[in-house]
């Protein structure tokens, strides 16, 4: 199934995000997360490329198909094509058709720390254009409320993001974000941009010290004042930190659905502890906004003319 199919008869989708064990580790050792997250009834799982420029291709195919043929879910595989070559991708596309995978994350990737890119590639949408040409899959694209780290503005942002969005992005996944109302004025740039496929917002929940480091060298997000007291008054209490950051985001995400996201998409860190409680928290919300577009749709249209 194509996940934009998923959008067009869904007002907000839910969905996940999981990282492949690391080659040495045997793939038996994520069936547990997966069953535990299958039991939260995402519409799909996003399958990462491996952060911080790691080569993971191998184990995003394998738990991709694993994701599709065991736990009958919708897998999302990441492809980054940074330093590849066009056969390098055009290989991957074929193992990831072969294993019935229908969606692509397609990013451009992590800069090597020499920071040389080799290869033919320097942005996203010249990979979005390669994977079209067949038109084999499904193609979501990454966007950035406050910015690309590179981008010199938002409007450069905003250009690039467009081009991503006209090699033919069925939909977007944001940068994970703690400020819902950088959000909010990012979609309405976007909109005024033309780019009106849907767009879903990631969100991370911040469970420890270490996350916001990684966090701050990854993507630089805001960190809000609210956020900050959050990380300051519970930081030496991890059980206690973890219940605030959980907090945050339900309260985050309780926020986006009252204002009409498309979408939510779960940074989970492969926790499905993490993952159930925030999913228990919001079920009802998505259900009734959910069971109310299903009735508009099937209601019948009346005769103006009688």
Same mark, same amino acid.
């Given at each position: 199934?194509?996940?934009?199919? #998923?959008?067009?008869? &869904? *007002? ?10 690391? +080659? !040495?580790?045997?793939? @038996? ?23 911080g420029g790691a080569i993971k291709k191998n184990r995003t195919v394998e738990l991709s198909t694993l994701l599709k043929e065991k736990y009958d879910i919708e897998a999302l595989a990441h492809l980054t094509c940074i330093n590849s070559s066009p056969q390098n991708i055009d290989r991957i596309m074929t193992e990831l058709k072969n294993n019935k995978i229908e969606n692509i994350l397609a990013l451009r990737g992590d800069k090597p720390i020499s920071g040389e890119i080799q290869g033919d590639y320097t942005h996203a949408?010249?990979? #979005?254009?390669?994977? &079209? *040409? ?10 950035? +409320? !406050?910015?690309?780290? @590179? ?98 985001? #339900? ?56």
């Amino acid at each position: 199934m194509r996940i934009k199919d #998923i959008f067009e008869t &869904k *007002q907000v989708v839910f969905s996940l995000e999981v990282f492949p064990p690391s +080659p !040495e580790v045997a793939i @038996e050792n994520i069936y547990q997360t997966l069953a535990e997250l299958k039991d939260i009834d995402p519409d799909y799982i996003s399958v990462t490329y491996g952060a911080g420029g790691a080569i993971k291709k191998n184990r995003t195919v394998e738990l991709s198909t694993l994701l599709k043929e065991k736990y009958d879910i919708e897998a999302l595989a990441h492809l980054t094509c940074i330093n590849s070559s066009p056969q390098n991708i055009d290989r991957i596309m074929t193992e990831l058709k072969n294993n019935k995978i229908e969606n692509i994350l397609a990013l451009r990737g992590d800069k090597p720390i020499s920071g040389e890119i080799q290869g033919d590639y320097t942005h996203a949408w010249q990979l #979005i254009e390669q994977i &079209k *040409q067949s038109n084999d899959f499904g193609v979501a694209a990454a966007c950035y +409320p !406050e910015g690309h780290l @590179e981008a010199q503005n938002m409007q450069e942002d905003l250009n690039h993001l467009k081009y991503k969005v006209e090699a033919g992005v069925d939909y977007l996944i944001t940068q994970m974000f703690f400020d819902n109302s950088l959000f909010y004025r990012f979609r309405e740039q976007a909109n005024n941009y033309g780019i009106k496929i849907p767009i879903e917002a990631g969100i991370m929940p911040v469970i420890n010290k270490k996350q916001v480091g990684k966090i701050i060298e990854l993507s630089g997000a805001y960190f809000p004042e609210k956020f900050k007291r959050i990380m300051l008054k519970y930081q030496d209490n991890p059980v206690a930190l973890q219940d605030a950051g959980i907090a945050y985001a #339900i309260e985050q995400i309780v926020d986006l659905i009252s204002s009409e996201v498309d979408g939510i998409h779960l940074y989970t860190m492969n926790n499905p502890y993490v993952a159930k409680r925030i999913k228990s928290a919001v079920g009802s919300l998505i259900s009734h906004i959910n069971g109310l577009k299903n009735r508009q749709k099937n209601s019948p249209s009346l005769d103006k003319e009688h």
